[in-house]
Structure formats: C-alpha cells, structure tokens
C-alpha cells in the first residue's frame, strides 16, 4: 500500500468510525486526483484523494455546491479534508456516456445532456474566474510546445510561428465575441454518467465563465467519439434553437452560432492535443496519444473551410501530411 493510501485509510477510519470497509479504484484522470469507490453497511461513496502539493479541492467544493445549487446531478461533498487532500462524495454510479453511446442511445443521452447544459447556462452567476484571452492562448500554445516541438520534434521557422500566432489571435477573438456563460471546460462522454436523473456531471472544478459554445462543442466534437458532420451540425441548430428560446442567446443567427462553434472546437482541440502529449511526455500517460488523430482530424477538417485560417491549414497539411 503506497503512503498516500495508507492516510486516506486513516483518515477513514476516523472520519467513519468504521474499522472495515471496502476501498477499490474507481477512475482517474489526466490529473494528480485519483478516485476510489468506498463500500461499506450496503452503501456505496467516492472518495477523491487530491494530494494537496498539486491538487486543491476548493474550486471542486465550491462548484460541486453552485450546480447542485442549479438543479444539476452532481456529486454531493459529504465530508472534506482540505489540508490532507481527501473528499467524501456521493457516487454517481459507474455508467460512463462514453460506452453507452451508439446509434440506438445517442438522441436521448446527448438530449439530456443538453437539456443540463441549458440549465447550467441560463444561471447568470459571475463568481467563477473569466476564461481570458491569456487562458486561450495558453491553451492553445501546448499545442505548439507539447505537440508540435516535443512530441513530433518540429523547428518551426520564424514565419510558421507567425502563421500560429495569427491563427491563434483569430480563434481568440471569436471565442472572445461570443455571449457568456458558465462552462464546465470537459462536458463529454468521460465525465458524464447514465444517471437518475439523467446525467450524472463530474470533473467540474476547473469551471469558468466563457464562450457559450464551448461545452456544447466538448459534448458533439468529443475526443473520445466521433460522429457525422451533418449530423453534428443538426444538433448544433436544435441547440440554437433551445438556447434562443431560453433566452440564453439573442438575435444570433444559427449560421453565426455554428460559426462560433466550430471555431471554438479549433481552440479546444489544439488545447486537447497539446494535453495529450504532454501527458505523454511530463506525465508518462501515453494513452491519450490514440485520441490525438481523431482530434487532429476535427482541426484539419473545420479549419479548411475557413479562409481566415488558410495559412494555419496549410501550415498543419505541410508539417503533418505524414501523421495519421
């Protein structure tokens, strides 16, 4: 047993009163956070272990509290430890969307789905910190530093990385333009469960208030599953559609909202790529790298449709004609 696992049974033990229970893992994540299922007296919880050198539990506290606080099924905080890193949670269940989804599921589970994120973006609570031009363009850059020059051990010329500071200045003002909301930051298959109600949300710590097709762009262009285009982009219209209804967005043309939304999954996919290789790298988690050509696909694809970005498009077809 690590020492790490050792504090937490401790911890337990003291927390519960119980000396016996049953502690298995549950999931992990592209983070330092590990998640255990806790069974014991026929009930079952998760306990978030956040080593607190790397992890800090409030934002997931506080979130957790603020969508609850909407009407979201979330996981509830039961008990906290903030200086050793440990929560006690409600468990949500272990019916991840991500193998749920097929052709037979996918109109009722992205329905709901969608139904929560317009619940969650018709709240007009400003307490969550801004997703900035300096947060977008962060991102964007482990694409250039992780991906590019780590992972494929490119030297790009003085004039490629202007035509990736142009594209990225492009996409950072359309995500700029576009109305606000509260974002999650990772609404797809992975940290939504089949849930009652329907779905269960999770890995909500990192929310901010941003560009409102930015969820809704994390749950149709997934990393992790890939439909048609022209099925995509009918989802987009009913989700315009909703959102114009909700009152969420006004007097947006559904043409200029599928422009915003794809543009916003060109940010989010250089960002998931970038991610992905420096988990591979920093973090020796190279699972992630098989995501890697199905998001690429999504850049290569939306990109080329826009003349904006023709320099950004020929420059990823010249460097990357050989990546699958």
Request: charged residues 20%; glycine residues 6%; contains cysteine.
């Amino acid at each position: 047993m690590d020492g790490r696992l050792e504090q937490l049974h401790t911890w337990l033990r003291a927390t519960l009163g119980i000396q016996q229970f049953d502690l298995a893992p549950a999931s992990a994540d592209a983070s330092f956070r590990r998640y255990f299922r806790l069974q014991y007296d026929h009930t079952s919880h998760i306990v978030m272990d956040a080593p607190p050198q790397h992890e800090d539990c409030t934002p997931f506290i506080k979130v957790s509290a603020l969508m609850a606080g909407i009407g979201l099924h979330v996981p509830q905080v039961l008990q906290q430890d903030l200086q050793q890193g440990f929560l006690l949670l409600t468990d949500l269940g272990s019916r991840m969307y991500l193998p749920e989804l097929n052709e037979n599921t996918v109109e009722a589970l992205y329905g709901d789905a969608m139904q929560a994120l317009l619940k969650l973006q018709a709240y007009h609570g400003r307490e969550l910190p801004p997703y900035d031009r300096e947060l977008l363009l962060g991102e964007m850059n482990l694409f250039r530093e992780w991906y590019l020059a780590r992972h494929l051990g490119l030297e790009l010329s003085r004039a490629e990385h202007q035509a990736l500071d142009a594209a990225f200045d492009f996409l950072a003002d359309t995500a700029l333009q576009q109305p606000r909301v509260i974002v999650h930051r990772d609404y797809h298959s992975r940290n939504l469960m089949v849930a009652t109600p329907n779905p269960g949300i999770l890995d909500f710590q990192d929310a901010v208030v941003g560009p409102v097709t930015y969820d809704l762009v994390s749950l149709l262009r997934d990393c992790y599953i890939a439909w048609p285009r022209q099925q995509v982009e009918a989802w987009v219209a009913h989700y315009h559609r909703l959102a114009t209804a909700a009152g969420i967005i006004s007097g947006i043309s559904a043409a200029r909202f599928l422009r915003w939304f794809d543009l916003m999954g060109i940010q989010r996919h250089l960002k998931a790529i970038g991610i992905f290789a420096r988990l591979n790298h920093r973090d020796a988690k190279p699972a992630y790298l098989q995501d890697i050509p199905r998001v690429l696909k999504y850049i290569r694809d939306v990109a080329a449709g826009y003349s904006e970005l023709k320099p950004f498009s020929g420059l990823l077809e010249e460097k990357l004609q050989h990546v699958e």
